[in-house]
């Protein structure tokens, strides 16, 4: 596999411009400069940005300058303490994530919320597109289903194509469906170039690091287990991992896990265990990766629960 050089150890600022109120307060105060300088300080060499496509959109589909002010302020103050960055199309029109409380629909079916996305992609690489040497760009977060899996390698290559017409060099992330699973990066297309990298989300075991979680119908959210009751080891790693591996040795690309972590339902000594062991298996292989996530959104790295391991627990990120 490609190393990703600068996007090895890096942080989500989730909650920031996604997942969010989209308040003018809350835009304005929850991620701050500093907070930058903290993430430098762990030892990381990227962010991760979400953002949602209603924040540099406006209705009629032109763009917001106040909102791209957002996104202008995170490249630079990325820039300003030594961090790559990525940013990451965490919705777009007619497309969300996130089964629960979102109605956006009908995108992988809609040639007009395609073409939309397309032009959203072209108004990124005109403004960021020559920065390349420290930002990249993730297409979309968690595709869902198993069906969309074809129209979204077409979608990803006209996408593709159209961002290099004006940003030839920059890196760009690709996830597959059930959510970016890594035994589902198999089945995404050949990369477009050898600036492509594979992307790929974990979670898992899902009912350790997400129990007690009340916005999914996919564990039961009053068990509760320890480190020592889950499925969780290298081996186990190893076993999930193996195809995303494989496909991206196969084309010599690089392999990236843009969101891993645990609830803070979990004691921090098994939040350790648990990065400990999946952290052995990224530095096996080479992945890069992005802890989820930076603080609150129920993952928060810089909570206060956290104060008392938190030097222990960045040697494993």
Request: with cysteine; charged share 25%.
């Amino acid at each position: 596999m490609k190393n990703i050089n600068g996007f090895y150890k890096g942080i989500n600022f989730g909650g920031w411009l996604s997942q969010c109120s989209y308040e003018k307060k809350h835009l304005d105060t929850f991620i701050k400069e500093n907070d930058f300088n903290v993430i430098a300080a762990w030892g990381a060499d990227h962010v991760r940005v979400p953002f949602d496509y209603n924040i540099i959109e406006n209705n009629d589909g032109t763009y917001s300058d106040e909102g791209f002010g957002y996104l202008d302020k995170a490249v630079e103050f990325a820039k300003k303490y030594d961090l790559n960055i990525i940013l990451d199309l965490h919705k777009t029109a007619g497309f969300s994530f996130d089964y629960y409380g979102e109605d956006e629909s009908g995108f992988f079916d809609n040639p007009e919320y395609q073409e939309r996305f397309y032009r959203l992609w072209e108004e990124v690489a005109r403004r960021y597109g020559s920065l390349s040497s420290y930002v990249a760009f993730e297409l979309l977060n968690e595709v869902t289903d198993a069906s969309f899996i074809d129209k979204w390698n077409r979608i990803v290559k006209e996408c593709i194509g159209r961002i290099r017409k004006i940003a030839p060099d920059t890196l760009i992330l690709v996830g597959s469906y059930h959510n970016n699973s890594a035994d589902t990066v198999q089945f995404l297309d050949a990369p477009y170039d050898d600036k492509i990298v594979y992307n790929m989300h974990c979670y898992e075991p899902l009912k350790f690091t997400h129990q007690g979680a009340y916005w999914t119908d996919a564990i039961v959210k009053e068990e509760r287990m320890s480190f020592e009751e889950s499925v969780t080891s290298e081996e186990y790693f190893e076993q999930l991992f193996s195809t995303a591996i494989a496909k991206a040795e196969e084309f010599g690309a690089g392999l990236y896990c843009g969101e891993y972590g645990c609830i803070d339902v979990v004691s921090p000594e098994d939040t350790i265990k648990w990065y400990k062991t999946i952290n052995a298996v990224f530095e096996k292989h080479g992945i890069g990766r992005a802890a989820w996530n930076y603080k609150a959104m129920d993952f928060g790295l810089a909570d206060a629960r956290l104060d008392g391991v938190r030097s222990k627990l960045l040697k494993f990120i």
